[in-house]
């Protein structure tokens, strides 16, 4: 059962991570989610976040993908969702992280916005649309500015229109 004694022990866990070595993390890991029913989403997340974190991305996939089947839900299931959506993007399947992430944008609205956004950049270059990726990178950086935010918001917006120089359809000859 996830009481605020174990989310504070989680907590901890995740702050010690980068004075233990890989393999006492993940034991640490283990045994805090080992207090959760095996099929518990919270644990299924906690235990795949701590294999990304180590680098074994392959391994967490399927912990996010079963985690949020299980319901997995409030800044969890938002974080879960971004971070299959980069270890995707890692796994050279930058189209569904893409697909992923443009629907949680349009998902709703919170704190993490910009990290979706950062990550949907990434994946949207790793795809070949560097030029989306720009404007949503542009875009999320212009609400941070202490000037210019009018005109990096239009300039994203440009960005993200169709490019009429790539549309054969826009060179029409008389």
């Not at 022990?9 to 010690?16: E, F, K, V």
């Not at 045994?31 to 180590?54: C, W």
């Not at 392959?58 to 985690?67: D, I, K, M, S, T």
């Amino acid at each position: 059962m996830i009481t605020p004694d174990w989310e504070r022990r989680m907590d901890g866990a995740w702050a010690a991570f980068d004075s233990l070595e890989e393999a006492r993390f993940l034991q640490l890991v283990e045994r805090l989610t080992g207090e959760l029913a095996p099929d518990d989403p919270v644990g299924l997340f906690e235990r795949a976040g701590s294999l990304d974190a180590v680098g074994r991305t392959g391994q967490a996939v399927p912990l996010y993908r079963e985690a949020l089947a299980g319901g997995l839900s409030g800044s969890r299931r938002r974080q879960a969702v971004i971070q299959l959506a980069s270890s995707l993007r890692e796994l050279g399947e930058a189209p569904e992280s893409v697909t992923l992430l443009t629907a949680e944008l349009a998902a709703g609205s919170d704190e993490l916005d910009d990290a979706v956004k950062a990550v949907l950049a990434l994946s949207l270059a790793d795809a070949g649309r560097e030029r989306e990726a720009v404007g949503i990178a542009v875009g999320a950086l212009a609400a941070h500015l202490p000037r210019y935010q009018r005109s990096m918001e239009n300039y994203a917006r440009l960005l993200l229109e169709p490019d009429p120089a790539a549309d054969p359809e826009s060179d029409v000859r008389s």
